[in-house]
């Protein structure tokens, strides 16, 4: 069993940048593939970014190609995203999620949540 703790959300301007974390507890968190998602209320959750358990091959929604990064530390059971340029449409609570074998985009394919951190991006 997994557990996943975010952190790093926050309040934001237009054209600023945040670094969110995901801590990973209770597994072999290195054996993971890692992603990012985001969710407004009322819509779907929507795939943001993906990495391998290497973070050698990622993968990233085109909404945010270019402004957002995902790593990870395999030494430290943590994985970023690095949120450059942000725009009021990022405004979402993020999730981070966890799955054996590799990387997918859709959010039924993953079995580890946590529990979200808000982003929000001022205009």
């Known amino acids: 069993q997994v557990q996943l703790v975010e952190s790093g959300g926050g309040l934001v301007q237009t054209g600023g940048s945040l670094r969110l974390s995901c801590a990973a507890s209770?597994?072999?968190?290195?054996?993971?593939?890692m992603a990012w998602f985001r969710q407004a209320p009322g819509k779907e959750r929507e795939f943001v970014a993906a990495c391998n358990w290497s973070g050698s091959n990622t993968y990233y929604a085109d909404s945010v190609k270019g402004r957002f990064t995902i790593s990870r530390d395999n030494a430290k059971n943590t994985v970023f995203l690095q949120m450059n340029s942000l725009k009021p449409d990022d405004t979402d609570v993020y999730y981070c999620?966890?799955?054996?074998?590799?990387?997918?985009?859709?959010?039924?394919?993953?079995?580890?949540w946590g529990q979200g951190t808000q982003v929000t991006v001022s205009s």
């Open positions: 209770g597994g072999s968190f290195s054996s993971y593939s």
């Open positions: 999620a966890a799955r054996s074998g590799g990387w997918r985009t859709r959010p039924g394919m993953y079995t580890y």
